[in-house]
């Protein structure tokens, strides 16, 4: 880009000329001309450029504004179309309450801070029909990190037009965080809590020493070590999270869900999907499948758990930990039940089986209206 151009569309970011004057410079700069001799030669001759524009040309170039911001707002802009970018930084004291982040579009990463401070770094950028339309959008587009109360806000857009946002924050361990991301993926390191609500994109978190409220409508989710309680609730995409140590409620309409060790009370709720599920000393554990797979790992069970798994349709496998005991019934409407495990007594019939193993008072409870159950013993 020549320095007159530059200095146009600087111009227009300081709000010294209006996007009319600068359409009608960078066309009247694309005629060749000799260099100015310096930035003060070059800005005066801009001016004298701006004001010997006549009344017929800025009634054309306003009918091109009109037309450029309409083409700002198309979810189709052509490939090719002029683009601008703009890289902000600030430093706040940790919050006394949550670190809050509001983005329209585009990607968030939370990482660990060096220091006791926030520090937030945001990538603006901003498409347009022309320089000046992506200049002036990515103007437009606000971001602002304040603290507001307790909280300390990083809010980007909205705008109209097509631009992107991307986040990056690093924060002490003890952050709270909550976070909204309408498109765009978010990566978590550790954090002390994490509530985040994305409307399309993936979400990976590593570690969280509190609880983990995620909602997403369409996007994969993986979580690592979750200390306190976990809430998921996803529309279309996998879920899988290594460990839980508190309670643990999971809903997702389509998509696969893995769930790593459980020591809380386990909830999961999937219309269509497999399931697996590892549960070490979880008190209760609810299982409900429209379609697909279920393997329940019950790894250790303690004293009065209450295990009960509902499927529709698909196949059921569970597999008792050796030092497990409870009563198990295991029945199907369509389909059959195979039963492996020694038991002091068992009765079965077409579909059906139950015993107890190992005397213990936990109770399982597995009913399937189409598909096979399995129940056997292993790690």
Do not use: Y
């Amino acid at each position: 880009m020549s320095d007159e151009r530059r200095v146009v569309l600087q111009m227009l970011r300081d709000g010294r000329i209006t996007v009319d004057e600068a359409e009608a410079l960078l066309d009247a700069l694309a005629e060749p001309a000799e260099a100015p001799v310096g930035q003060a030669d070059l800005e005066q001759g801009v001016r004298r450029a701006v004001e010997s524009v006549g009344p017929a040309l800025r009634s054309a170039l306003r009918a091109l504004q009109e037309r450029v911001r309409v083409e700002w707002g198309a979810p189709d802009e052509r490939a090719g179309s002029a683009s601008a970018t703009e890289e902000l930084r600030w430093s706040h004291p940790a919050p006394a309450g949550r670190v809050v982040v509001r983005n329209v579009r585009g990607d968030l990463a939370v990482e660990g801070s060096a220091d006791s401070a926030v520090h937030v770094e945001v990538r603006k950028r901003a498409w347009g029909a022309s320089e000046v339309a992506a200049q002036q959008l990515l103007h437009e587009l606000r971001a602002v990190v304040e603290p507001r109360g307790e909280d300390l806000v990083v809010e980007v857009g909205p705008t109209p037009g097509r631009f992107a946002a991307d986040v990056v924050l690093r924060v002490p361990a003890d952050t709270r965080l909550d976070a909204q991301v309408a498109k765009g993926d978010v990566q978590v390191g550790q954090v002390a809590s994490c509530e985040l609500s994305v409307g399309a994109g993936d979400v990976d978190i590593r570690q969280v020493s509190g609880s983990v409220g995620v909602r997403c409508g369409s996007g994969d989710v993986r979580l690592g070590a979750v200390e306190g309680d976990l809430s998921v609730d996803v529309g279309n995409g996998d879920v899988s999270v290594e460990s839980v140590r508190g309670a643990a409620h999971v809903q997702v309409a389509s998509g696969d869900v893995r769930l790593g060790s459980c020591s809380g009370a386990v909830a999961v709720r999937l219309q269509r999907g497999d399931l697996e599920v590892t549960a070490d000393g979880a008190p209760s554990v609810r299982l409900e499948v429209s379609s697909g797979d279920v393997r329940a790992h019950l790894a250790s069970l303690p004293a009065g758990a209450a295990v009960e798994v509902r499927v529709a349709s698909g196949d059921v496998q569970v597999v008792l930990g050796p030092q497990v005991g409870a009563r198990v019934l295991a029945e199907t409407q369509r389909g059959s039940v195979s039963w492996t495990v020694a038991t002091e007594a068992v009765s079965r019939g077409p579909g059906f089986a139950e015993g107890v193993v190992r005397a213990g008072d936990a109770s399982v409870s597995v009913r399937v209206v189409s598909g096979d159950v399995v129940v056997r013993e292993g790690r």
